[in-house]
């Protein structure tokens, strides 16, 4: 079966620092992989989707980026963190096309 | 106009009673729809799919689908205090892109 692993699950971090955040896939090849983001009461905002190791759309302009060195990592990036930055940090999975997508655990970031 | 809309809420509905959550999207050539349940403080996690015009029914959820008018709906029959959450809609757009409306909570009192 298909596993999602992200982590950490807490972050602080303050700001200006840099940010690595990493999520692996197990058990399937070739999926799409997202990061999302989740302001405090709000809802999901598409970051960055991949359907293929190099390939990244960029969603949202700011100081964040991806990268997926290997079929089934992706990586969420900052040079310098704002306080804006805090938030829900979640990766999902997909088998690719216009299917379901499953998430990892998420990872909780403030910013201070 | 945003993608994937939503309303709020809150939705307070007694235990028992039918819990009806609504969805519109923008993009007509839209082709798979789906519903999210998030607990507080958790990741999403899928309820239903549903990719036909009409009704697709699992156990107390069903979900509904007018693509002409470009609406997605959820119902819950018999609602218990455990469907107290944030639902989540998110539509796949142009094939890959996946996106979520703001999310509805619906608050089930007992």
């Known amino acids: 079966s298909q596993t999602i692993h992200q982590w950490p699950a807490t972050l602080v971090q303050p700001v200006g620092s840099p940010l690595s955040l990493e999520c692996t896939v197990e058990?399937?090849?070739?999926?799409?992989l997202y990061w999302y983001r989740q302001a405090a009461g709000r809802g999901l905002q598409l970051l960055f989707y991949?359907?293929?190791?190099?390939?990244i759309s960029s969603e949202v302009p700011q100081n964040l980026s991806a990268s997926r060195p290997q079929d089934r990592q992706f990586i969420l990036s900052s040079k310098k963190l704002l306080l804006s930055d805090s938030g829900f940090y979640l990766c999902?999975?997909?088998?690719?096309?216009?299917?379901?997508?499953?998430f990892g655990q998420g990872t909780r970031l403030t910013v201070v | 106009q945003k993608e994937v809309e939503q309303n709020s809420g809150p939705l307070s509905v007694p235990e028992g009673a039918i819990a009806s959550l609504n969805c519109t999207y923008s993009?007509?050539?839209?082709?798979?729809f789906f519903w999210y349940r998030q607990y507080s403080g958790k990741s999403p996690e899928l309820i239903m799919s549903?990719?036909?015009?009409g009704d697709k029914e699992d156990g107390r959820f069903t979900a509904q689908l007018n693509k002409a008018s470009q609406y997605v709906s959820l119902l819950i029959r018999d609602s218990q205090p455990s469907d107290s959450a944030t639902y989540l809609c998110?539509?796949?757009?142009?094939?890959?892109?996946?996106?979520f409306g703001a999310g509805t909570i619906l608050r089930v009192k007992s």
């Open positions: 993009d007509r050539g839209s082709q798979s």
């Open positions: 058990g399937t090849s070739n999926p799409n």
């Open positions: 549903i990719y036909s015009n």
């Open positions: 999902a999975w997909s088998p690719g096309g216009p299917t379901e997508a499953f």
């Open positions: 998110a539509v796949n757009i142009s094939g890959n892109k996946l996106v």
């Open positions: 991949s359907v293929g190791i190099g390939q």
